[in-house]
């Protein structure tokens, strides 16, 4: 993601994740929080979606790289574990706050926990955008245009305001639910959400990439990059939920270096196919064991053709 955006994410940015329901936004806003704790950076979580507690056991499953279903089992063992961590890492603050909060909600937040910890926030993660409410009441929530509007330049205004890391994440459509490749049209909500973001992100998934581990990034819109239409293949850790790249070997065979389809959706179209040696009867020699692997069985239409009018025309003569 570095390599794609130039160097990263910058401070006062807007970022999106955008995914459809249960793609993973709060999975990749919370993996985001961790590796930036581990690198010694202030961060705050405020989820307007999820629980405190669930927020909380899968950050310590990702962190400790325990299963989730093991967190509550191995307590003790998981909690010595994080204080060791935490040692050396930055702050991870997780807040739950109720939706139809706003922008002045969220600095007053940020305000008492920067008085009370007596640090500077330096990652803010929102979980997530399309729950939170104008500033300004005379605007209708139906009209989702103007609030996503309203709502998104409030967020980059608090970002550049704390000169701080943004990243929050926004729901896509129906449309997109069959779709492969992303674009602004399946933002669900205003398009003026997309048009205030410096970054955004399409997260991609299917019922094989889980199975396999994987998850995929689309770039549907960079400022500071030339990335957009490119793709992101990382690796998913089902037991610990923790989202990282790809090894070296599997990155020169299905890393997203170039536009268009990945390897991975390819290689989940692809069907195997059967080399070997054909004899007169039609039946395949595997090469490698030398033994029958199977006759082909195939109808060509035009070969049916041929013999009907041959026997049309022969009953005639």
């Given amino acids: 993601m570095d390599r794609k955006l130039f160097g990263g994410f910058n401070r006062g940015e807007l970022n999106i994740f955008a995914g459809g329901s249960g793609a993973g936004k709060s999975l990749f806003l919370a993996n985001l929080g961790v590796n930036w704790a581990l690198m010694g950076l202030n961060v705050v979580y405020l989820t307007l979606e999820l ?7 899968r950050i310590d499953a990702m962190l400790t790289g325990t299963s989730t279903k093991d967190i509550f089992k191995d307590i003790d063992d998981v909690e010595m574990k994080v204080k ?20 002045n909600d969220i600095r007053a937040y940020l305000k008492e926990y920067e008085i ?29 245009f103007i609030k996503d509007k309203y709502v998104s330049e409030e967020l980059r205004n608090l970002a550049v ?57 689309q770039l549907m ?39 268009g389809s990945s390897s991975i959706i390819e290689s989940i179209k692809a069907r195997s196919t059967i080399q070997g040696r054909i004899d007169d009867d039609g039946v395949i020699t595997d090469p490698t064991q030398g033994a029958p692997v199977g006759k082909i069985r195939a109808t060509v239409e035009s070969s049916k053709m041929r013999e009907i009018l041959n026997k049309q025309f022969g009953d005639e003569d």
Avoid at 84 to 103: E, F, N, V, W
């Fill in 161 to 217: 305001e704390k000169n701080c890391v943004f990243v929050t994440a926004a729901q896509l459509n129906r449309g997109a639910v069959e779709e492969v490749e992303y674009d602004h049209s399946h933002i669900s909500g205003g398009l003026s959400k997309i048009q205030t973001a410096d970054n955004v992100f399409g997260i991609f998934t299917s019922r094989a990439m889980r199975e396999r581990g994987r998850y995929q990034l």
């Fill in 221 to 259: 819109k960079t400022r500071s990059s030339s990335g957009v239409g490119m793709k992101i293949d990382l690796e998913f850790n089902l037991e610990s939920l923790r989202i990282s790249d790809l090894p070296e070997d599997e990155q020169e065979n299905n890393g997203a270096t170039s536009r």
């Fill in 116 to 144: 009370k910890v007596g640090k500077k926030v330096d990652v803010l993660l929102v979980d997530y955008l399309d729950l939170l409410m104008p500033l300004s009441k005379k605007i209708s929530p139906a009209d989702l």
């Fill in 84 to 103: 060791i961590i935490g040692k050396k890492s930055g702050l991870l603050q997780i807040k739950y706050m109720p939706s139809g909060k706003t922008a």
């Fill in 51 to 57: 629980s405190e507690a669930l927020v909380s056991m």
